[in-house]
């Protein structure tokens, strides 16, 4: 069991560019998180998913950000037309039951 | 929504001493976990305690869920022991999502 990983593990990127994160889960966890978590904050949940299906999406998510998870197994946040604020750590996590782990997050700057 | 206020937000130490980081929430939740964030940045799971008592090592929980807190204790602090501790609650019969806290960030001197 190798932990949820996360790829890249930073990421600097022109305002305007689109920009994708990958993560890996823990093998056989069903539950999917993205997380974003900005300077001196707690981390804000972003979405989730059940095996394939997104089931929640937060507000924060806006028409800018899509989140996939084909097959069940690895998910994508993607980012398109990044702003400034955008810059964040972005955190994935999953769970079985209801423990969740978190990989060690992809830190977005953009200039 | 729920909400999660963790305290003191910031705590200075030296090397030896113990402390206790409060944790409140408002509403019945599933699911309490504590989590120390390293410097960077991932976190890194203390405990999973929706209710009772748990120790590990140094460090031990409590919730009270009836009465909607839960403590986190660090005994015989070391440097390493630095950084931000988060409380996430999972709220009970919501979404399957984790609200945190802004944190209690701990500095232990030598």
């Known amino acids: 069991d190798t932990g949820v990983s996360q790829d890249p593990r930073h990421k600097i990127t022109k305002r305007g560019q689109n920009v994708t994160f990958r993560c890996d889960p823990i093998?056989?966890?069903?539950?999917l998180y993205w997380y974003r978590q900005t300077l001196g904050q707690g981390p804000e949940f972003l979405t989730y998913f059940q095996n394939e299906a997104q089931l929640e999406k937060s507000r924060l998510l806006s028409d800018r950000f899509s989140a996939e998870r084909p097959k069940g197994s690895f998910s994508t946040l993607e980012i398109q037309r990044t702003e400034q604020g955008d810059s964040a750590m972005y955190l994935c996590?999953?769970?079985?039951?209801?423990?969740?782990?978190f990989g060690q997050g992809t830190r977005l700057t953009v200039v | 929504g729920i909400q999660v206020e963790q305290s003191p937000p910031d705590l200075i130490l030296q090397e030896g001493a113990n402390s206790t980081l409060r944790c409140n929430f408002s509403?019945?939740?599933?699911?309490l976990q504590w989590f120390h964030q390293n410097p960077w940045g991932q976190l890194i799971n203390l405990f999973y305690i929706p209710s009772g008592t748990k120790q590990n090592g140094r460090l031990s929980a409590t919730t009270v869920a009836t009465e909607r807190y839960s403590l986190l204790y660090i005994s015989s602090s070391q440097t390493t022991d630095s950084g931000v501790y988060f409380c996430a609650v999972e709220l009970e019969g919501g979404s399957e999502k984790l609200v945190f806290g802004k944190g209690t960030k701990l500095t232990v001197n030598p």
């Open positions: 093998s056989e966890h069903n539950r």
């Open positions: 996590a999953s769970s079985m039951y209801s423990e969740a782990f």
């Open positions: 509403d019945s939740v599933n699911n």
